[in-house]
């Protein structure tokens, strides 16, 4: 059974930054399609940024340019940079993994069996 953590969540002004980060056991990270998800209170989890196994990425229109995921090897973490962020950014953000031999990434909750409890981000204007 897949177990992901997350981490690297916080509270940070207008236009500041951040990186998530999420490490797994009983998985291998980068074997296949990954992604980052939040919930904002009161509002359904939605997709932030997916990769797929041989690094195809997928972005939410509200992210595009501002935020990167990426797969360290050799740290076997799963990233998730942000940048000029505002005060929407602020929810829960969850760590997503998948088991399929899919090659496309997605944003689609449905996509994924495994996921971590999530870290806090908190973006005060």
């Known amino acids: 059974q897949a177990q992901l953590a997350e981490s690297g969540g916080g509270s940070v002004q207008a236009g500041g930054s951040l990186r998530l980060a999420c490490e797994a056991s009983?998985?291998?990270?980068?074997?296949?399609?990954m992604g980052w998800f939040r919930q904002a209170s009161g509002k359904a989890r939605e997709g932030v940024a997916a990769?797929?196994?041989?690094?195809?990425?997928a972005y939410a229109d509200s992210v595009k340019g501002r935020f990167t995921i990426s797969i360290d090897n050799a740290e076997k973490r799963l990233y998730l940079h942000m940048n000029s962020l505002n005060p929407e950014d602020t929810a829960m953000y969850y760590c997503?993994?998948?088991?399929?031999?899919?090659?496309?990434?997605?944003?689609?909750?449905?996509?994924?069996?495994?996921w971590g409890q999530g870290t806090q981000v908190t973006v005060s204007s």
């Open positions: 990769i797929g196994p041989y690094g195809s990425t």
């Open positions: 009983g998985y291998t990270i980068g074997a296949y399609r």
């Open positions: 997503a993994a998948d088991r399929t031999m899919s090659p496309r990434a997605s944003l689609d909750v449905s996509a994924y069996n495994y």
